[in-house]
């Protein structure tokens, strides 16, 4: 059984290439927000008072989820979710959890070099399959089947993200919006992302003017 993260990453890469359909920063904020899915959808946590609480320390048997929700669970002040998500993403969960769906032969995983130079990792899939069984109860959500708590959390978080318009083109984007209103995770998701292109475009500003 793939986790939520896992499905948000098969989803955001081309299936022949393996390159992103967003870039790094997105992915890895929707990322860390399928962490904090998880373990909701896992009754680990809930949102008490606009703030993450740890409902259940026990682990869920996933290492990426079962590290968040100690993290989470150790935290002595209490956080919203946008600043759990933030917390959680991280390039490093991304490369590791590409390294696991390559060993579990779900992905390839290819090296070259642009140019000669610079390094560069692709990961095609290998095994189809997996993304399939994502993507056709995806689809089967949006065509009106009635979603299961993973399935909108997941709908939710690639929304957020803008991974449904890459790797939905052709469905409705009114569907997914439906589906994704008021999922305190994909609200998280969004803010966090929002937040951080401002930092930047703050950032950015600030070093021209200089």
Do not use: C
Not at 4 to 24: F, N, P, T, Y
Not at 99 to 105: D, H, I, K, Q
Not at 106 to 124: A, C, N
Request: hydrophobic fraction near 40%; charged fraction near 30%; aromatic fraction near 2%.
């Amino acid at each position: 059984m793939t986790t939520i993260a896992e499905e948000v990453l098969l989803l955001a890469l081309s299936e022949r290439e393996g390159a992103q359909l967003v870039g790094s920063t997105d992915l890895d904020i929707a990322l860390g927000g399928a962490l904090l899915a998880e373990l909701a959808a896992g009754g680990r946590v809930s949102l008490d008072d606009k703030k993450v609480t740890v409902l259940d320390p026990t682990p869920l048997g996933d290492e990426e989820a079962d590290a968040a929700l100690a993290r989470i669970a150790a935290e002595n002040r209490s956080h919203k979710p946008d600043g759990w998500v933030y917390k959680l993403r991280s390039g490093k969960l991304r490369e590791r959890l590409l390294t696991r769906l390559a060993e579990r032969g779900v992905l390839d995983e290819e090296r070259s070099k642009i140019l000669g130079i610079f390094p560069r990792t692709r990961h095609p899939e290998r095994d189809p399959s997996a993304e399939r069984a994502v993507r056709d109860r995806v689809l089967s959500v949006l065509d009106g089947a009635a979603p299961d708590e993973r399935t909108a959390a997941l709908i939710a978080v690639l929304h957020a993200a803008k991974i449904d318009r890459k790797a939905f083109p052709d469905v409705d984007r009114r569907r997914f919006k439906e589906i994704a209103r008021d999922h305190w995770v994909g609200d998280a998701v969004s803010k966090t992302i929002d937040s951080v292109n401002i930092a930047v475009m703050t950032a950015t500003t600030t070093t021209t003017v200089t």
